[in-house]
């Protein structure tokens, strides 16, 4: 591979995909989706004391008007949900997580909105957020922190994340797929904040 061309997709690999070392915070948030690997991992954050409260949230992907339906684990996890919020929800207690534990955003329908709908959320319980975990796709942690951080100026962000369709920071521009989710992910970051800029 040309050096130039190496370089460049290291830089994306470095941008796209944020990870980090998870330490004790406030809350857990788990944007929505239909896999439910984030799900597990932030169960097994809140078994490890990580944060005493999980915040899924969605309620189903604008562009399909529906919940799509268990994406992986199906033998698990499979069965009948409206949202995201439910499905994830599943997952929690299903990993050990009581239900107490477990708040509720089922509004949301994109990841601006996840953002948006769990800092309604938080504020209604008059939590104040100093530290926070999000649990999201490892392709899709960059734009997930970046609507975070816009909702939740004054909060330390970690970024636990969980890879899903085979797609890795390691492994992303091996396949046509991989290509197209992270350099799709590079492109609606850039259009989405240049939107917000203005």
Known sequence: MDRKLELFQESITEFIFVNQKPEPADIIFVPGNGYPQMAERAAGLWKNHMAP????????????????????????????????????????????????CILREDRATFTYENAIYSRQVTDCAELEVQKAIICCKSHHARRCLMYFQLLYPQTEFLVCPSDTENITRENWHETEKGIEEVMGEADRIIRQFNLMMK
């Open 53 to 100: 409260l999980v915040l899924p949230s969605g309620r189903y992907s604008v562009t399909r008007g529906h919940f799509a339906g268990v994406m992986e684990k199906e033998d698990r996890y499979g069965g009948e949900y409206e949202t995201e919020w439910e499905f994830l929800s599943h997952v929690l207690t299903e990993n050990g997580v009581p239900q107490d």
